[in-house]
């Protein structure tokens, strides 16, 4: 199974992007989906996730900005990001903690990235 990232581009400050994420196989079991980023010269961090139940984090320089959303059904993960700031330039990764069959452990899938870049 594999995901795949789409969205970013080249946004001007205050500007807006939606990423989305998709699965090209199935998951027996999909727990948490998040979205995590990582800028150059940086670690990679945890922007914001859903579990299953709907249940959603951020952390704190997006709150307010940033709104993920899942469709349980077609297995996306979306990241609508409004108010832009250069700081938010980064590879933006989706990632499922999930199992692909019943006896299998849950484990990490990771997207290939896009890359949001905000000018100012």
């Known amino acids: 199974v594999q995901l795949q990232a789409s969205g970013g581009g080249l946004v001007q400050l205050g500007g807006s992007l939606r990423l989305s994420c998709a699965a090209s196989g199935r998951f027996f079991a999909i727990n948490e989906m998040g979205w995590y980023r990582q800028a150059p010269g940086k670690q990679r961090e945890l922007v914001a996730s859903m579990t299953s139940g709907g249940s959603s984090n951020y952390r704190d320089s997006v709150k307010d900005r940033f709104t993920i959303s899942r469709d349980n059904v077609k297995n996306t993960v979306y990241l609508q990001m409004n108010s832009l700031q250069p700081e938010d330039t980064a590879v933006y990764y989706c990632?499922?903690?999930?199992?692909?069959?019943?006896?299998?452990?849950?484990?990490?899938?990771w997207g290939q990235g896009t890359l949001v870049t905000v000018s100012s």
């Open positions: 990632n499922y903690k999930a199992k692909i069959g019943y006896v299998s452990r849950w484990s990490d899938y």
